[in-house]
């Protein structure tokens, strides 16, 4: 950490783990569904960790000072932290602790259980003081400190005090995304950022939701414990900036669509404290994390939202690239989760839109290839396609669900296939896995094919031959 444009991150470090399967029946032992196990090899850093590498993936570097335990979950967080471009860390071991973690068990993308193993009894009054001289040691290079607490021991009320009174003495914004009740523990602080049920929990548990009580209920948290910003995330109501001597601002939320909240608090501090160091105001701080939640929520798990999402949402054409682009993206950036279709989308319909959303709720980075005109003149005849594939491209390009679009003249996307190794290669169930092209290849870098339900009786066929008809 050589420069001023980086952030510290101090808290709670977690691993988060998946362990995904099918529920096709109901135990016989008790009334609980039984998980067929397909993947047990999920693993994520979670906590504070998912503020660091968010850090990363917004540009930034980031130093990342937490406890963990003197066990196997600590070496797996440390394996993940150096796998992660730009991310930088100091661990401190307490070996009466057991390392944070959550083991989510999932089918279909929904969790059925979830697992904690954790300490959460207060770090003793000597790790504490080697936290704060870890601290000291990489303050000066910083502009911003965010302060993560996941309530999980590490952020004692006097190792609070001491890191915020540090800050504001050397002039640095901390930020704190909070966990608990007592807010007075975060004390002249530059800017926390609840969500609504904490806001709410911190000064009215009783108050009815609306922009009026949470712009009245921050005005009195600056009040009271010394905050220059109070930024709440409003779910679905988007995201809420109050602010000393300043217009209070109500943003909607970006999200097409919610599909898991996990994480998206993390993402939206580390957006704020990206855009400060890079100069920007705080509402153009603000809009550009309440844009980076709307991609993060709707996705499944915790998940890192690169800087290149955001700007690819107000520059859509973006989106439709090179092969030879793409490689070089997915190497770059190290996407874990990507998926994959192909097929001709002519006339869309409401059962592409549908499967598309279906296949991309399943990854994490979705790639779209699109089968070139006369790509599909060999498939469908000289007749088609009704939608030239500059149009096609273009119409796809504006649903957020999908990240990338390829054009291709093949008649199969076998070769791209091969080049992007995807972990999923999605295809509707009226295919057997069998038919899928590159079902084959895809096992043999340890990717599955999945099959999407399709609503039945939608096709470009079905519309074109009903346009003849006149029906």
Request: hydrophobic share 35%.
């Amino acid at each position: 950490m050589s420069n001023s444009c980086q952030i510290l991150c101090l808290g709670d470090i977690i691993l988060d783990t998946y362990c995904e399967g099918l529920v096709e029946r109901i135990s016989p032992e008790a009334p609980i569904p039984i998980l067929k196990v397909e993947n047990n090899k999920k693993k994520d850093l979670g906590g504070s960790g998912n503020v660091a590498r968010n850090i990363t993936a917004a540009g930034n570097k980031c130093h990342l000072i937490s406890i963990v335990g003197d066990d196997d979950n600590a070496k797996l967080l440390r394996e993940l932290c150096k796998k992660t471009k730009g991310l930088t860390f100091d661990f401190l071991v307490d070996k009466t602790r057991k390392t944070t973690k959550k083991q989510r068990f999932v089918s279909g993308n929904q969790q059925i259980l979830r697992v904690d193993s954790e300490s959460k009894e207060y770090i003793s009054t000597k790790i504490e003081d080697n936290v704060f001289k870890k601290f000291l040691r990489k303050l000066k290079f910083v502009k911003v400190v965010i302060i993560s607490d996941y309530k999980k021991g590490m952020l004692t009320k006097s190792l609070l005090a001491k890191i915020i009174g540090k800050c504001r003495a050397m002039k640095k914004i901390v930020i704190i995304d909070p966990k608990d009740k007592d807010f007075s523990i975060y004390s002249n602080a530059n800017i926390i950022t609840p969500n609504q049920k904490e806001l709410f929990e911190a000064t009215e548990p009783e108050s009815n939701a609306s922009e009026y009580s949470v712009e009245r209920l921050s005005k009195r948290i600056i009040k009271l414990y010394g905050f220059d910003t109070v930024i709440t995330t409003r779910s679905s109501d988007g995201i809420s900036l109050v602010k000393k001597n300043f217009k209070t601002l109500h943003l909607p939320s970006q999200a097409k669509e919610v599909f898991d909240v996990s994480g998206a608090g993390d993402t939206v501090v580390s957006y704020i404290a990206s855009g400060i160091v890079r100069d920007l105001s705080i509402i153009d701080s603000v809009k550009q994390a309440n844009e980076a939640a709307g991609i993060a929520v709707g996705r499944f798990g915790t998940t890192t939202v690169l800087r290149e999402e955001i700007e690819n949402r107000s520059n859509k054409n973006s989106k439709i690239c090179q092969l030879e682009e793409l490689i070089e993206e997915i190497r770059r950036n190290k996407y874990k989760r990507i998926g994959f279709t192909n097929g001709c989308f002519d006339l869309i319909h409401q059962g592409h839109v549908d499967y598309l959303k279906k296949s991309s709720e399943k990854c994490d980075f979705f790639i779209l290839a699109l089968n070139s005109d006369s790509s599909v003149k060999k498939i469908k005849g000289l007749s088609r396609p009704i939608i030239g594939q500059n149009e096609r491209s273009e119409i796809l390009a504006h649903y957020n669900f999908i990240d990338r679009i390829l054009i291709f003249n093949e008649k199969t996307p076998l070769n791209i296939i091969k080049k992007i190794r995807p972990q999923f290669l999605f295809k509707g169930d009226d295919y057997k896995i069998s038919q899928v092209v590159g079902g084959k290849e895809i096992k043999r870098w340890g990717g599955r094919v999945v099959l999407i339900p399709c609503i039945k009786g939608k096709s470009s066929s079905k519309i074109i031959e009903r346009i003849k008809n006149g029906t």
